[in-house]
Nanobody, 126 residues
Framework: QVQVAESGGGTVQAGGSLMLACTAIGVTSYGYPTGWFRQAPGKEREGVSCISWSGGTTYYRDSVKGRFTASRDNAKNTLYLQMNSLKPEDTAIYFC???????????????????WGQGTQVTVSS
């Protein structure tokens, strides 16, 4: 059984920081998590960041560049997202996503991913 789970969400004031973590269990050896997405109330899901298995490829949506940093620990099959200088517009449920094929790259397109976590709430107050 495949399980992808996010942790680290919470409530923080604008300008604060949070670090999210994502682990995947029960996936294939190449079913590693590489993507972060988020969905705000009434909004569509959008890509936030992704990092390839080797760490050689990273992508960030423009609104988080310079503030968010994705990283990973393959020994733990864990994906991280360090979020600094948080803004109220960052408020959303953050989802972790994993692929199911060997591909040392990543994508900001949700269509690429097979496994999804339940999400963790990030709330940034003014």
């Amino acid at each position: 059984q495949v399980q992808v789970a996010e942790s680290g969400g919470g409530t923080v004031q604008a300008g604060g920081s949070l670090m999210l973590a994502c682990t995947a269990i029960g996936v294939t050896s190449y079913g590693y998590p590489t993507g972060w997405f988020r969905q705000a109330p009434g909004k569509e899901r959008e890509g936030v960041s992704c990092i390839s298995w080797s760490g050689g490829t990273t992508y960030y949506r423009d609104s988080v560049k310079g503030r968010f940093t994705a990283s990973r620990d393959n020994a733990k099959n864990t994906l991280y997202l360090q979020m600094n200088s948080l803004k109220p517009e960052d408020t959303a449920i953050y989802f972790c996503a994993a692929i199911n094929f060997p591909w040392d790259s990543c994508s900001m397109s949700a269509a690429v991913y097979t496994y999804w976590g339940q999400g963790t709430q990030v709330t940034v107050s003014s």
